[in-house]
């Protein structure tokens, strides 16, 4: 530090905030290896027939909405040509995803963590607060520091749509293709208007939660990846200096 009329200033001590608590952090990291696996092998699943339809039915002579190239080996769960295995991965990793979505909510609700820290408040959506959240991300700067352990908007705005939306969409259309879960809950199917549907809803629901990690990632990166992974394994945050 500088010194001013010949008093040496001491260093300012390393300000530390409390990001995340300890389920949330458990269900993060959980949901890491859970959203990879179930991708990999999701595509697996995919290559079996690359093609999407909408309604109830769909096949080779089928008009499709969507056909793709098979995906490469390096991006599916396993990297070589197996139904049977990609389908044992996706339906375990599905209970984890499920069931560990269901305890994050409870016990968010329990802890007020939803009410505390991911309710998006009126004053937040109003255009000038957009816009300087907007300003400030383009300028690299990702809190408040006046309260730097909250969300900004665009963060609460992403979490509430993969935890209220995206997940549970892709739970539900995930049910929808079992056909034993067709067999004891028939309305599944009607809920997305066709098992070809579903099918659809799925990959696009999967698609949106990729781009989602994609970017996630990437402001990881912009954020200083050492003091956001930190944060992230013992829930301690360092404030960036000014």
């Known amino acids: 530090m500088a010194s001013r009329g010949g008093v040496s200033d001491t260093a ?15 269900w993060h990291w959980i949901n890491a290896v859970t959203v990879i696996i179930m991708i990999g092998s999701g595509l697996m699943i ?83 607060h957009l816009r300087d959240d907007l300003k400030a991300h383009w300028n690299l700067r990702f809190h408040d520091p006046e309260n730097p352990a909250a969300y900004n908007i665009f963060q609460k705005a992403s979490y509430a749509g993969v935890i209220v939306i995206l997940l549970p969409l892709l739970i539900l259309s995930g049910l929808a293709l079992s056909p034993g879960m067709d067999a004891a809950w028939p309305w599944l199917i009607d809920i997305f208007g066709g098992r070809q549907s579903a099918r659809s809803v799925h990959f696009i629901a999967m698609g949106a939660v990729s781009l989602f990690v994609v970017v ?20 301690k945050w360092k404030v960036p200096e000014e």
């Open 12 to 26: 300012a001590p390393v300000r530390e905030v409390v990001r995340h608590r300890l389920f949330t952090r458990i």
């Open 46 to 128: 995919f290559n079996a027939h690359p093609r999407l339809y909408w309604g109830h039915y769909g096949a080779n002579f089928d008009a499709a909405w969507l056909s793709l190239p098979r995906f490469p080996g390096w991006l599916t769960i396993p990297s070589q040509y197996s139904l049977a295995i990609a389908r044992h991965w996706h339906l375990f990793f599905a209970l984890v995803l499920a069931f560990g979505l269901l305890a994050y909510m409870i016990v968010s609700l329990i802890n007020r963590h939803f009410q505390r820290d991911l309710r998006i408040r009126p004053e937040e959506l109003k255009p000038g």
């Open 216 to 235: 996630h990632l990437t402001l990881v990166i912009l954020a200083g990846p050492v003091n956001e992974i930190r944060s992230m394994v013992t829930g």
